[in-house]
């Protein structure tokens, strides 16, 4: 059975634990085996969401249940999400936003999927800022971008 999608720290008291994830392959991951999957946008609707959610209970966690995102509502409407499988090559490394709902893909071929995923965080980042989860972007900790909006 696949697992659901979550978002990393997110029950870890943080509002914002870390910056972005960087998954570097360690063999080749060209077909899915597995794979690192992520839903690509879905940083800007959970963002959102999380900032929503905070300024209505004060709190961060999803709920006290300890249910996945994927049940969550009430706040923002987050979409379900089907994260994708990142396909890379041995040494590529693909850079993820800390919002981008993730999960693992289940291996089904003999191969081992190895994987080396690495939380970032920025100088300039805040892991108890109620603030950066209502900027996408913030211009400290993401040098040279501008948000969407």
Request: net charge neutral; aromatic share 10%; glycine share 6%.
């Amino acid at each position: 059975k696949e697992a659901a999608w979550h978002v990393d720290g997110m029950r870890d008291g943080m509002v914002n634990p870390f910056t972005v994830l960087v998954c570097v392959a360690l063999n080749d991951q060209t077909n899915d085996i597995g794979n690192f999957r992520a839903a690509t946008g879905s940083h800007i609707p959970v963002a959102k969401a999380t900032a929503d959610f905070y300024r209505e209970t004060g709190r961060f966690e999803n709920d006290a249940e300890g249910l996945s995102f994927q049940s969550w509502t009430g706040f923002s409407a987050i979409p379900r999400f089907e994260p994708k499988p990142v396909l890379l090559r041995p040494g590529d490394a693909a850079i993820v936003h800390s919002k981008v709902a993730h999960r693992r893909g289940h291996n089904t071929s003999p191969d081992v999927r190895y994987l080396a995923i690495f939380r970032v965080r920025a100088a300039a980042h805040d892991p108890w800022s109620s603030d950066q989860i209502s900027q996408l972007f913030p211009a400290a900790l993401y040098p040279g971008l501008t948000s969407p909006e």
